[in-house]
């Protein structure tokens, strides 16, 4: 490796702290360390700040935070194809694979042996208001459609392939990836899904009605959204990030992005396992 880029937590103190020990052992080796201007302020030499668009060279980004930081670094990083390896400085951390005292360890083995890349599938779609294209979207874990307003459901269309489905009066509708599927469309009782497979997952939050069940859909299908008419406001939520609001009439087409996410692994326990130590679940032999 010739070049490495460092992606830091917006505010915790620890990940600059780590950050700045890291380029301090990049740079030995004679690897040249860049980061965003604003995390290069936060680490000082050696680390040489660089716009966004001058990351694109970089072979792997270590990130440093939690599974919101490595969603932020899959928004920044996915076009170039650069590899991340994220630091887990946050709580569940399903995204990333080391846990702090690990990272010694694993750049040593880095450094000497090179690492393996794992691909994620991504979302990609476009917002239509009267049949014009307002908004292009792009996601790792999810594509959002909810309520604003506390206390209300709202209404929205499903088609699949441009075929009606059917309708839901919700709280609202989530799309996720394999990935996605161990966040909010968990807490919303849908499936957890092997990040190996290629698939999306609609899933209803709260739905006022009988059919209030997870579909799981093909990688070459489409699902489209269309928000029916109703008082209430409604948003579009990227990986958590906020978007825009919705008006009555507005449609959501989501399909898997052309774009895969490439995870960086030097070793790594089998999903399941993963799924296991992080919900606590308790196996037969305990």
Same mark, same amino acid.
């Given at each position: 490796?010739?070049? +490495?880029?460092?992606?830091?937590h917006?505010?915790? #103190?620890?990940?600059?702290?780590l950050?700045r020990?890291?380029?301090?052992? %990049?740079?030995?080796?004679?690897?040249?360390?860049v980061?965003?201007?604003?995390?290069?302020g936060r680490?000082?030499?050696?680390?040489?700040?660089?716009?966004?668009?001058?990351?694109?060279?970089?072979?792997l980004?270590?990130?440093?935070?939690?599974?919101?930081?490595?969603?932020? #670094?899959?928004?920044?990083?996915?076009?170039?194809?650069?590899?991340?390896?994220?630091?887990?400085?946050?709580?569940?951390?399903?995204?990333?694979?080391?846990? @702090?005292?690990?990272?010694?360890?694993?750049?040593?083995?880095?450094?000497?042996?090179?690492?393996?890349?794992?691909?994620?599938?991504?979302?990609?779609?476009? +917002?239509f208001?009267?049949?014009?294209?307002?908004?292009?979207? $792009?996601?790792?874990?999810?594509?959002?459609v909810?309520?604003?307003s506390?206390?209300?459901?709202?209404?929205?269309?499903?088609?699949i392939?441009?075929?009606?489905?059917?309708?839901?009066?919700?709280?609202?509708?989530?799309?996720?990836?394999?990935?996605?599927?161990t966040?909010?469309?968990?807490?919303?009782?849908?499936?957890?899904?092997?990040?190996?497979?290629?698939?999306?997952? %609609?899933?209803?939050?709260? #739905?006022?009605?009988?059919?209030?069940?997870?579909i799981?859909? @093909?990688?070459?299908?489409?699902?489209?959204?269309?928000?029916?008419p109703?008082?209430?406001?409604?948003? %579009?939520?990227?990986?958590?990030?906020?978007?825009i609001?919705?008006?009555?009439?507005?449609?959501? @087409?989501?399909r898997?992005?052309?774009?895969?996410?490439?995870?960086?692994?030097?070793?790594?326990?089998?999903? $399941?396992?993963?799924?296991?130590t992080?919900?606590?679940?308790?196996?037969?032999?305990?």
């Amino acid at each position: 490796m010739k070049k +490495v880029a460092l992606f830091l937590h917006a505010t915790r #103190a620890i990940a600059a702290q780590l950050g700045r020990s890291l380029a301090t052992e %990049l740079s030995s080796h004679g690897i040249e360390v860049v980061a965003l201007p604003e995390d290069a302020g936060r680490l000082g030499a050696p680390v040489v700040a660089t716009p966004a668009a001058g990351l694109s060279g970089t072979e792997l980004a270590l990130v440093l935070g939690g599974d919101g930081t490595m969603l932020r #670094a899959a928004a920044l990083f996915h076009e170039s194809g650069t590899a991340l390896l994220g630091v887990n400085l946050g709580r569940l951390g399903f995204l990333t694979q080391l846990e @702090r005292d690990e990272v010694s360890g694993a750049l040593e083995k880095i450094l000497a042996d090179g690492f393996e890349v794992e691909e994620r599938m991504t979302l990609e779609g476009e +917002v239509f208001t009267a049949g014009e294209v307002i908004e292009r979207l $792009w996601a790792l874990n999810d594509i959002i459609v909810e309520k604003l307003s506390p206390g209300r459901m709202i209404k929205l269309g499903v088609a699949i392939n441009s075929v009606p489905f059917t309708s839901f009066g919700a709280d609202g509708l989530i799309v996720a990836t394999p990935t996605g599927s161990t966040a909010y469309s968990f807490s919303a009782h849908g499936p957890v899904i092997s990040p190996s497979l290629d698939c999306m997952v %609609l899933t209803p939050v709260s #739905a006022h009605m009988l059919f209030d069940r997870s579909i799981v859909v @093909r990688p070459d299908e489409t699902i489209e959204i269309t928000v029916l008419p109703d008082p209430d406001a409604v948003s %579009l939520i990227l990986d958590g990030r906020k978007g825009i609001e919705l008006a009555a009439g507005a449609m959501v @087409r989501i399909r898997a992005g052309k774009t895969r996410v490439r995870l960086a692994r030097v070793s790594e326990p089998p999903f $399941w396992t993963l799924v296991r130590t992080k919900f606590g679940l308790k196996g037969s032999d305990d």
